[in-house]
């Protein structure tokens, strides 16, 4: 599967877009749709130049595509494209190495229609500003 337009823009909308260089919440540089590096595998840093809305767009949409790519692989169960939208949302949010270990993922495997994998979303929510990020996947997750 891969990203459909609905989830394109549910992940701009939850990693917002920022053209110039800032810290994240656990002070690492960061760009774009939350980019910590580019696509030449450079560490983004703050003296990096400002980003067209353009490059920022296309920097985050590529590197949703590779998440995208890998949720796929991982995921054995057939799932409805609103459930690949919101997993690639949660993998590109924790990265691949904690999707891959996931709860999540393990539930969704077994039975992607288990009502449980809401929790196991909200599992993922170290910080508070997360809650809501996690409630919008889990909505996504089980809109049909």
Do not use: C
């Not at 800032?22 to 980019?35: E, F, K, S």
């Not at 840093?45 to 400002?50: E, G, H, L, R, W």
């Not at 595509?65 to 690949?84: G, H, M, P, R, T």
């Not at 993998?91 to 996931?102: D, H, Q, R, T, V």
């Amino acid at each position: 599967m891969k990203l459909d337009q609905k989830g394109y823009n549910s992940l701009h909308q939850r990693e917002g877009l920022r053209l110039k260089p800032y810290l994240d919440t656990q002070g690492v540089a960061t760009i774009a749709m939350g980019n910590i590096t580019y696509l030449d595998g450079r560490k983004v840093t703050m003296k990096d130049k400002s980003l067209t809305k353009q490059e920022a767009e296309y920097l985050g949409n590529t590197t949703a595509n590779k998440f995208a790519l890998e949720v796929d692989k991982l995921v054995k169960s057939n799932i409805n494209q609103n459930q690949f939208n919101a997993l690639v949302s949660l993998a590109y949010n924790i990265g691949l190495n904690g999707f891959k270990n996931s709860t999540v993922l393990r539930k969704v495997n077994i039975n992607p229609n288990d009502k449980s994998i809401g929790g196991a979303f909200m599992m993922w929510t170290k910080n508070k500003e997360l809650i809501g990020r996690r409630k919008s996947e889990v909505t996504q997750y089980f809109t049909p």
